[in-house]
């Protein structure tokens, strides 16, 4: 099992510029998030999912939206680059019971 | 609000020190904790986890962590550190039921001399 992947694993955008990323799970879990990462601020939920079609906003969701149209992917977008979303992006999923999640390995977004 | 404390942003211990990474959360039920470290450059792996029962609970990596339900505190201790433990740890609540997220602590960074 490849657990949860992310493309791309670095990016570079302009300000204005749009992007999405990709996460994908082969674990059949139902739950899938979006967090950023950023120094001395830990990790915070941007976005998550608890399935297939559904989406709900978390701690910081301004300027990303999100899609989750089949359970095993979950993709992130910026319609509008700003610096401030320059941040390590990192996608996770989860079993319904006790929330146990499983990390890819990041994504590192600059903008310009 | 539900929140997470690690009161240590960075610590420095000599290979085969003993180590205890503080954690401490405020809410008022019993929640589910987990301790999640980073090394550089990669994703977070998880280290190990408390839902209930025995309060020590033993993780990968020879580390292990105890609930102390009194202090709200979940502190993970290794008795001896290896320098590939050099990483950010992460202490993180789940306050179970509905909520299907989890809260964050900032991280402790931990370098580890020779």
């Known amino acids: 099992n490849a657990g949860v992947t992310q493309t791309p694993k670095f990016r570079v955008l302009k300000t204005g510029q749009s992007m999405t990323l990709l996460c994908a799970q082969d674990m059949n879990h139902e739950y899938m998030y979006w967090y950023r990462q950023d120094p001395g601020m830990g990790l915070r939920l941007i976005h998550y999912?608890?399935?297939?079609?559904?989406?709900a906003k978390g701690e910081v969701p301004d300027g990303y939206n999100v899609s989750r149209l089949k359970k095993q992917n979950f993709l992130l977008g910026l319609e509008s680059a700003a610096p401030s979303q320059t941040s390590v992006y990192f996608c996770?999923?989860?079993?319904?019971?006790?929330?146990?999640?499983?990390f890819g390995p990041g994504t590192r977004l600059t903008v310009l | 609000a539900q929140s997470v404390t690690q009161p240590d942003i960075h610590i420095t211990v000599s290979e085969g020190a003993s180590l205890e990474l503080r954690c401490n959360y405020s809410y008022g039920a019993t929640p589910y904790l987990f301790w999640y470290v980073q090394s550089p450059g990669q994703g977070l792996q998880l280290l190990l986890k408390?839902?209930?029962?025995?309060?020590l609970v033993q993780g990968i990596k020879g580390f292990e962590a105890e609930f102390k339900r009194s202090q709200s505190s979940f502190n993970l201790r290794k008795p001896s550190v290896h320098w590939s433990d050099a990483a950010e740890y992460f202490c993180?609540?789940?306050?179970?039921?509905?909520?299907?997220?989890?809260?964050f602590g900032k991280g402790t960074l931990l370098t580890v001399n020779p």
């Open positions: 996770a999923s989860s079993r319904p019971s006790y929330n146990e999640q499983f």
């Open positions: 993180a609540v789940d306050r179970g039921g509905s909520n299907y997220k989890l809260t």
């Open positions: 999912s608890v399935g297939e079609g559904t989406t």
């Open positions: 408390y839902f209930s029962g025995d309060t």
